[in-house]
């Protein structure tokens, strides 16, 4: 698959996954960076200063990281919203958090725009949309049969920052809803529902 280069690590976990600090021990990772997310357009530059003293770093109300330091990963947690993971052969990486609340506040278009200031512009980036509810799925008013498009309306805000041709998404097409088996679904089990880990680095 064209979203790869040495020393790239994605992926994301399935249901019943030993718990966090566990699964990402089998990688060998300086850092490992996740977020407190709130559902917001926030994003931040994970650099050098900030990885001082653990090896695991948690960020608050923060629903996107870039970086282009070697040897951290981050991470992205969900149940139905979808998980983002950029990647260019600079080894600039990102996560981000897309509920319909965020995207609604273009965190897309604030990651892109967070990554261009700390990085410079990035012709060939490469989107990962993982897992995530699927528009037929998710259906935000009953009575109007109203259904909401995350991917579609993220696919539109990367097209609203970059030129067409400079950049590849790599869906998934996988539903959490509809997959009980492999994925949590915030729809399906309600407030308790465990969390997908979306996870990528330069190892
Ligand atoms: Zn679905």
Redesign the pocket.
């Known amino acids: 698959m064209s979203f790869s280069f040495p020393g790239l690590r994605f992926g994301v976990t399935q249901r019943e996954y030993p718990a966090s600090s566990l699964f990402y021990q089998q990688f060998d990772y300086r850092y490992w960076v996740s977020m407190k997310q709130v559902h917001s357009a926030t994003c931040v530059a994970v650099t050098s200063e900030m990885l001082a003293k653990d090896k695991h770093v948690l960020i608050e109300n923060v629903d996107a990281l870039v970086t282009k330091e070697p040897g951290v990963l981050v991470s992205v947690r969900t149940a139905d919203c979808l998980p983002i993971l950029i990647a260019h052969e600079s080894g600039v990486i990102g996560a981000v958090h897309a509920g319909r609340k965020g995207t609604e506040s273009g965190i897309l278009i604030e990651t892109l725009r967070c990554m261009t200031e700390a990085f410079g512009v990035l012709d060939g980036l490469k989107f990962w949309f993982g897992p995530a ?2 528009e ?2 998710y259906q935000i008013d009953r009575d109007l049969d109203l259904h909401y498009d995350l991917v579609g309306e993220n696919k539109k805000q990367i097209m609203s920052v970059l030129k067409l041709g400079s950049y590849e998404i790599i869906e998934s097409g996988l ?1 959490t ?2 997959q009980p088996d492999l994925f949590y679904s915030y729809r399906r089990e309600g407030e308790l529902a465990g969390r997908l880990q979306s996870f990528i680095g330069v190892l």
């Open positions: 509810i699927c037929g799925c539903c809803a509809e």
